[in-house]
């Protein structure tokens, strides 16, 4: 009885982890993919910004209050960012534990009014409103005698209300002396009367004294 013929030997399975050489490692020109990074990995979070600055310091007192006095407004300080918002610095002012820097915040805003003062003469100094135009075109060489200065109408408009900002915001931060002179008179139809009220027991003590009572 003939022998069955052997079994060949069976294939061994390549492994999906090793590449065509058997080592596990890719030949050369063979290109492998990236590994994937492991699931949950944290991404490293980026710098924060430093935020505005919260906590009353003598330093950021002064600051805001120097600048005030110079000219610049509240809105525009508060704007850079190294500053404190416009609610944290009102509510400095209204904290009664702070009265130092209330009074110095009211100093400077009075400072203030002098600057802008100072600031209505020079925009009224300026020559930006001015501009050279020439007499007669026709016949001009270009000398001096030929030009006359006039003024921009939209330039001196612009002006003028930057004037009259400054004057407003002046008269209202430092009254006695930039604001409208107020003065109380009586109309000669209706003039000014001053009464005084009493009580009853007022009046009967000036009858019985015989004395007329006053205004």
């Not at 009885?1 to 052997?6: E, F, H």
């Not at 990236?34 to 906590?55: L, N, T, V």
Request: glycine content about 8%; some cysteine.
């Amino acid at each position: 009885m003939a022998g069955k013929p052997a079994k060949k030997p069976a294939k061994a399975k390549k492994s999906p982890f090793l590449t065509g050489n058997g080592t596990g490692k890719a030949p050369s020109g063979v290109f492998t993919p990236a590994k994937s990074p492991r699931k949950g990995g944290r991404k490293a979070a980026k710098p924060r910004k430093p935020g505005r600055p919260s906590s009353y310091t003598e330093k950021l007192a002064d600051a805001i209050c120097e600048r005030l006095a110079s000219g610049e407004s509240l809105r525009a300080i508060c704007r850079d960012e190294s500053m404190p918002g416009m609610t944290t610095v009102f509510k400095w002012l209204a904290d009664p534990n702070k009265p130092e820097f209330v009074k110095q915040y009211t100093h400077a805003r009075e400072e203030q009014a002098e600057t802008l003062a100072d600031e209505i003469v020079g925009i009224a100094d300026e020559e930006c409103t001015m501009v050279k135009a020439i007499k007669h075109p026709a016949a001009a060489k270009g000398d001096e005698e030929d030009l006359e200065v006039v003024f921009d109408s939209t330039a001196v408009a612009r002006n003028r209300l930057r004037v009259e900002a400054r004057k407003w915001v002046a008269a209202k931060l430092k009254p006695k002396k930039y604001g409208d002179a107020v003065t109380i008179k009586g109309d000669p139809d209706n003039p000014i009367e001053h009464r005084t009220r009493m009580t009853e027991a007022e009046l009967e003590a000036i009858a019985a004294s015989g004395k007329q009572p006053r205004g």
